[in-house]
């Protein structure tokens, strides 16, 4: 919607109200929230405005991580036609706070309380120069492993806890001729592996110091060709039809049986309840191996895009419909991630996600909380795509593992 139909449209509504007739403005959300499970979640959010007489514009741009999304909505704020609200990543909520570009939700945000409820690691995102600039949906993490269990029992495999067991669970899944691991093979995907396994490689000092700190040392260590090394196992146990896929298409796989793991965040959950498929009886979710006590966080939010005046009363209850604690029960329950807020019960959630809350709270107390490289929230955009630049070529057997960490440490200096 343009700009002057909106501000028509608006004054509609205000003039419906001084005459006594309720009358709904709509908003319009940019997201990529396109998978079956995705959508189903979505579905959540929109019924929840329909039911408060608000409209729902869907923008919906295709491409996990948001890469595409945020190319697509920076050029409708270069055309002076921002949508209402957007999901935005971590950093990348702040770049467009920068820019002064984001409506301040303090008003909501105190009336409601958000400070005392959501914590301090999405805090850190949702507020620029002391305003709240966005407001968190929910919590996923991307150290997950999602396993068929039919595929893993017809094997004799549990469960593995550590890199040597996982590699050894790969090795009888591929001689059994199964292929080990559904992967969808685009950049943003590489990544999300990338993440969990330099942390299960080097743990999560070397992972704040390559990742978050950007340290070269760490960036250009031993460690971190290790790192790489483990990327090219993985590498040569996925399918010959990986390049390109999408990560939905790769759990369906899992969900179908046609392979037995996949390392994807806790959005993939999502497709296998979507599919009507249950955790413990039909499929896994476990940690990582290696990774057990870390978790690596990233947390969609929705940023409210100044319209040329204050928040608008669809933007402010947009964010207070999402801060809601049953809508925060109601839609993690199904996108398969875990609320933005400590003071939900996790009463209906799975056991998955009870797991995933547990282990959020426990990382966060004890220092083992940390920001998603893949996702946005370890470093800057121009850091991330550079770092994703390197581990697809290196995935797609363009660089060795030496030239891989070589060409990181300048990726990531001269992105800075
Ligand atoms: C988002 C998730 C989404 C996933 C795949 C992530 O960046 O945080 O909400 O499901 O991408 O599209």
Not at 10 to 32: K, P, T, Y
Not at 77 to 104: C, H, R, S, Y
Not at 159 to 176: C, G, N
Request: aromatic share 10%; proline share 3%.
């Amino acid at each position: 919607m343009n700009k002057t139909y909106k501000h028509l449209k608006l004054s509609a509504a205000a003039l419906a109200l001084s005459v006594g007739v309720a009358q709904a403005a709509d908003v319009e959300v940019l997201h990529w929230w396109t998978s079956g499970g995705e959508a189903a979640a979505l579905n959540v959010l929109k019924q929840d405005l329909e039911g408060q007489g608000i409209g729902w514009q869907d923008m919906p741009v295709a491409g996990g991580g948001g890469t595409e999304a945020m190319t697509v909505l920076r050029a409708r704020v270069t055309a002076g036609n921002a949508p209402t609200a957007v999901q935005m990543l971590g950093f990348d909520i702040l770049d467009w706070a920068k820019e002064g570009a984001l409506a301040d939700l303090n008003a909501t945000a105190a009336a409601e309380g958000w400070d005392a409820v959501v914590p301090e690691a999405l805090q850190a995102f949702a507020k620029h120069d002391g305003k709240w600039i966005s407001a968190p949906v929910n919590v996923h993490s991307t150290n997950w492993v999602w396993a068929n269990k039919a595929v893993l029992d017809a094997n004799g495999i549990s469960a593995p806890t550590t890199w040597e067991e996982f590699v050894a669970a790969v090795e009888t899944l591929h001689d059994a001729g199964v292929t080990a691991i559904a992967h969808g093979g685009q950049a943003w995907q590489d990544a999300t592996v990338f993440d969990a396994v330099a942390m299960s490689t080097g743990g999560p000092d070397f992972y704040k110091a390559a990742f978050i700190d950007l340290d070269p040392t760490a960036l250009g260590s031993d460690t971190m060709k290790e790192a790489f090394d483990r990327m090219a196992f993985i590498r040569d146990h996925v399918d010959e039809n990986f390049s390109g896929r999408d990560w939905n298409l790769a759990t369906a796989m899992v969900i179908n049986g046609e392979a037995g793991f996949q390392m994807m965040g806790d959005w993939a959950k999502g497709e296998f309840l979507n599919a009507g498929k249950v955790p413990g009886e039909d499929f896994l979710c476990f940690r990582f191996p290696g990774t057990g006590s870390q978790v690596t966080f990233n947390a969609d939010q929705f940023a409210m895009f100044d319209q040329g005046g204050p928040v608008s009363a669809e933007q402010a209850a947009l964010a207070s419909a999402i801060l809601s604690p049953s809508f925060q029960s109601a839609f993690n329950v199904v996108k398969g991630s875990v609320p933005a807020r400590t003071d939900v019960s996790d009463e209906a959630f799975d056991a998955c996600a009870k797991q995933g809350m547990k282990d959020l709270a426990a990382a966060s107390a004890s220092g083992n909380l940390f920001g998603s490289m893949a996702h946005g929230h370890a470093a800057p955009a121009s850091v991330k795509n550079a770092i994703y630049d390197v581990v697809t070529a290196h995935f797609n057997g363009e660089y060795d593992s030496a030239t891989a960490v070589t060409e990181l440490v300048e990726a990531v200096s001269i992105a800075q």
